[in-house]
């Protein structure tokens, strides 16, 4: 069975950086438009930072522009989000998805629905 599977959450303060990896299985990831999502509680779900499998092109949310980077490593058949200067509004349970056709980032990242694959979720919390 396919899946993606995130790690590196936890707990920072403000200020502080965390890495998130998104590894997937059973798929190869450069067949796939990618992106990271977050949702706070009680909050709707957010595109964060997303992948056009097509050209590469990068999107980010204003609310991380600058500092948040998403990348990816073919080799490794996983993405990341490197995540700089934390603030405690960054506190959400974070997601990867993935899906096999190519996307316009900004478009994956705010509009798209039905993505072929879901992580289930790391938990960043951001102290004061």
């Known amino acids: 069975e396919a899946r993606l599977v995130e790690s590196g959450g936890g707990l920072v303060q403000a200020g502080g950086s965390l890495r998130l990896s998104c590894k997937a299985s059973?798929?190869?990831?450069?067949?796939?438009?990618i992106g990271w999502f977050r949702q706070a509680p009680g909050k709707e779900r957010e595109g964060v930072s997303c992948?056009?499998?097509?050209?590469?092109?990068?999107y980010y949310a204003d609310s991380v522009k600058g500092r948040f980077t998403i990348s990816s490593d073919y080799a490794k058949n996983t993405f990341y989000l490197e995540m700089n200067s934390l603030k405690p509004e960054d506190t959400a349970t974070y997601y990867c998805?993935?899906?096999?056709?190519?996307?316009?980032?900004?478009?994956?990242?705010?509009?798209?629905?039905?993505?072929?694959?879901w992580g289930k979720g790391t938990l960043v919390t951001v102290s004061t």
């Open positions: 998805a993935a899906e096999r056709a190519p996307v316009v980032a900004e478009t994956f990242c705010l509009y798209y629905n039905g993505m072929d694959y």
């Open positions: 059973r798929l190869l990831l450069n067949d796939y438009s």
């Open positions: 992948i056009d499998m097509s050209d590469g092109n990068t």
